[in-house]
């Protein structure tokens, strides 16, 4: 028989409305019992006594056995969440930031306290990722996970590629959608993806690594000059968070834009639209498709955690456990275009080959080799205006 589960639901936002409004369609065995939001004086569609400010509403109410955490501070998120899993609440979180952050201490207070936490609703939207890494590919030797984590930039590019809006037009259309962040700079950054990023690394390799370690540029510095370069070769510009294997000991991540061609799976990833792309030693390629950003994508998946949950569904970290050699690296080499405007940059990132090389008076840009770990020494300069970099098929 499953569990009664009695929630208390921290955000009426866009996920929590979305999450609402699935639910409203099911009969589950579960109620929702209180939500907690930030503003009182906003008006809802529910009535006024399932609201509070109080966060202790939940947090001190025995009754309550299933927190849902989907506020956009996650700082907040974080003091909730470990409240709840030290009181033995389980909880369901779609906040990335907050879940790559803390994973590792989270996880300890989850075989501490026995409860658990779930947040597939944190990477990808709708795609079930991290489930997939723990229990599917649990044995598997794992090449790369790649692909499109970030719906805002995603929808930003496709409408820039595909019907010639502005970067700015399409930005407020991604923030109109409900589909960018609070601070839009998260998704445009590449922090977002970032985050999802740590947290899918973590659950294909066993590692923690602190979202600040990782190196990350996003579509914010793309210029007229660099969508031109892009059409007349025939590529797209994705914005592509990488983990990778190499040299059986070590794992390599970063976010960075990349121009990819017609034969690339993610080419026809548009809009909101999220893909992950599994390499794997035996399974091969993998490639999951689906909705990365908006409340009801976001929102099964979130469903799908707490119904979890009603059959004590947790996450193992088996890899974490099992004691493995990985390390994360920094030192990898990889092809990238770069537009900039100073020569000096050049010396600086040391390009161990050069492949093109053009000059104009409005646009230079070269094309070759480079250590990632080069890249990350310069990333003040990297990331001034007039310089954009990406990785180039
Ligand atoms: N801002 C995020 C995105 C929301 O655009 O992908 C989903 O995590």
Do not use: W
Not at 195 to 213: C, E, N, Q, R, T
Not at 253 to 279: A, C, H, R, T
Not at 331 to 352: C, G, M, N, P, S
Not at 364 to 381: C, F, S, T, V
């Amino acid at each position: 028989m499953s569990k009664k589960l009695t929630l208390g639901m921290f955000g009426f936002g866009v996920v929590g409305q979305g999450l609402y409004d699935i639910i409203k369609t099911k009969n589950l065995n579960l109620e929702i019992k209180k939500f907690v939001i930030k503003n009182a004086d906003k008006k809802r569609s529910l009535p006024a006594e399932l609201f509070t400010t109080d966060p202790s509403a939940i947090l001190n109410d025995p009754e309550i056995n299933t927190v849902v955490e989907l506020i956009d501070d996650a700082e907040a998120a974080y003091n909730i969440t470990v409240t709840a899993l030290r009181a033995g609440k389980n909880v369901v979180s779609a906040n990335k930031k907050m879940i790559a952050t803390h994973l590792e201490e989270l996880t300890e207070i989850q075989q501490e306290t026995g409860a658990s936490l779930l947040y597939e609703g944190a990477v990808c939207g709708s795609i079930p990722i991290i489930r997939n890494l723990e229990e599917y590919y649990d044995n598997e030797l794992l090449h790369s996970v790649s692909g499109i984590f970030n719906g805002s930039s995603n929808y930003i590019l496709s409408k820039i590629f595909n019907e010639n809006q502005s970067y700015d037009q399409a930005l407020k259309k991604a923030q109109e959608l409900g589909f960018a962040e609070t601070d839009p700079t998260l998704d445009v950054g590449g922090y977002d993806p970032k985050f999802k990023l740590a947290i899918v690394a973590s659950h294909a390799y066993g590692l923690y690594i602190k979202p600040d370690s990782i190196f990350n540029v996003g579509i914010d510095r793309l210029g007229p000059q660099d969508i031109r370069f892009a059409r007349e070769k025939g590529y797209k510009i994705k914005l592509i968070p990488l983990a990778k294997e190499i040299d059986n000991s070590k794992v390599v991540l970063y976010v960075l834009p990349k121009f990819v061609s017609k034969e690339n799976i993610l080419y026809n990833v548009e809009n909101e639209n999220n893909g992950v792309l599994v390499k794997a030693a035996f399974a091969d390629e993998q490639f999951f498709f689906g909705k990365g950003a908006g409340g009801h994508p976001t929102g099964s998946a979130v469903l799908s955690d707490i119904t979890a949950l009603r059959y004590g569904y947790r996450y193992e970290y088996k890899k974490h456990l099992d004691a493995q050699q990985l390390t994360y690296s920094t030192d990898y080499e990889l092809q990238v275009y770069l537009r900039y405007e100073d020569d000096t940059l050049i010396e600086k990132l040391q390009f161990t080959s050069i492949s093109e090389r053009y000059f104009a008076n409005d646009f230079k840009y070269i094309i070759g080799k480079i250590n990632l770990q080069h890249i990350i020494e310069n990333q003040a300069d990297i990331k001034q205006s007039g310089v954009f970099i990406a990785e180039i098929e």
